[in-house]
């Protein structure tokens, strides 16, 4: 960046090029959410402003942004502290996963699980992080009782901040525990989960080295926790209640097996927006209901 006047255009094609040259394949969004984050706009005003030139003082906020990004690969939402999730503004930190495209897909899931808008359900969120998929939930389904855990008293922190922001803190309850624990003897219509299901020892993407271990690592094969979510999950649901899990491509099948040896049926795999299986959902069965 040695020139003395930049555009906003020039800026964005001076980063797209330096954030390819370092192997990041969301180049050009990465530098619009930083330029954006730094002018105080949005990404569509960049464009109508891509004449214009930014001064130094933004110049140098960017400079460093893009420094952050590219050489100690910190995520582009802990960079300017919000990711959106269900065209939701979410607040992020280092405490928190940040939330993926592919985890929309889990509350698609659970919508269709939970067809009904005005039904009054108890929805219970495992492992709730930013408060992602508990909030969009809230957001869907108006009467919804939920109830978001998290064993990370500062995720839940950030959760219950980010349900204030959005004028939902009033529907969610949370409480801090390993998993089913805060809610033992509780039961649910609808449980959901983007548990840890990385598998110790797989070859990541280094922005991940920035976010927290205790909500990405799940032993050998990635599956203890998803085995422990299946292996209580009777006691959480109401007959008839379900229940859907964000997993791996590759853990789809084995997900699916416990499911059905634990008595679950209309057990099946959805797959994300890339094609690959990301999220398993199964039912109790009600034995009422004939």
């Known amino acids: 960046m040695a020139n003395s006047t930049w555009t906003v255009l020039e800026l964005l094609r001076w980063t ?3 954030f390819t040259s370092k192997g990041i394949e969301t180049a050009r969004l990465d530098a619009e959410c930083l330029l954006a984050h730094v002018r105080g706009t949005d990404r569509l005003r960049l464009y109508v402003d891509f004449d214009r030139p930014v001064d130094e003082a933004e110049r140098a906020r960017f400079r460093e942004l893009v420094r952050r990004r590219a050489t ?3 995520p582009v939402a802990q960079l300017t502290g919000v990711r959106e999730f269900w065209s939701l503004p979410l607040a992020i930190n280092r405490d928190v996963l940040v939330p993926r495209p592919e985890t929309e897909t889990l509350v698609q899931v659970a919508l269709e699980l939970a067809p009904d808008p005005d039904a009054e359900l108890r929805v219970l969120d495992v492992g709730t992080g930013s408060g992602a998929v508990a909030l969009a939930l809230a957001r869907e389904r108006p009467k919804a009782r939920i109830t978001a ?8 922190e950030l959760a219950r901040r980010n349900a204030e ?4 803190c009033e529907r969610i309850h949370f409480a801090c525990g390993d998993l089913y624990e805060p809610v033992r003897g509780e039961r649910f219509d609808l449980v959901v989960s983007n548990p840890p299901y990385v598998a110790r020892g797989a070859a ?3 922005e991940l080295a920035h976010e927290p271990e205790l909500a990405l690592f799940a032993g050998a094969d990635g599956l203890d926790v998803l085995r422990l979510l299946v292996q209580d999950l009777d ?6 209640g379900a229940a859907a899990f964000e997993l791996a491509p590759d853990q789809a099948g084995s997900v699916e097996r416990a499911l059905a040896a634990g008595g679950f ?8 927006l890339a094609r690959r299986p990301r999220v398993v959902s199964a039912r109790r069965p009600n034995p009422e209901a004939g």
């Not at 049926?265 to 994300?272: A, E, G, S």
């Open 204 to 206: 990541l993407p280094p």
């Open 235 to 240: 006691a959480m649901l109401e007959p008839g």
């Open 72 to 74: 100690d690969r910190v």
């Open 165 to 168: 922001a959005l004028s939902l």
């Open 265 to 272: 049926v209309d057990v099946r795999t959805t797959r994300d």
């Open 149 to 156: 855990t998290d064993l990370s008293p500062a995720a839940l």
């Open 16 to 18: 797209q090029a330096h």
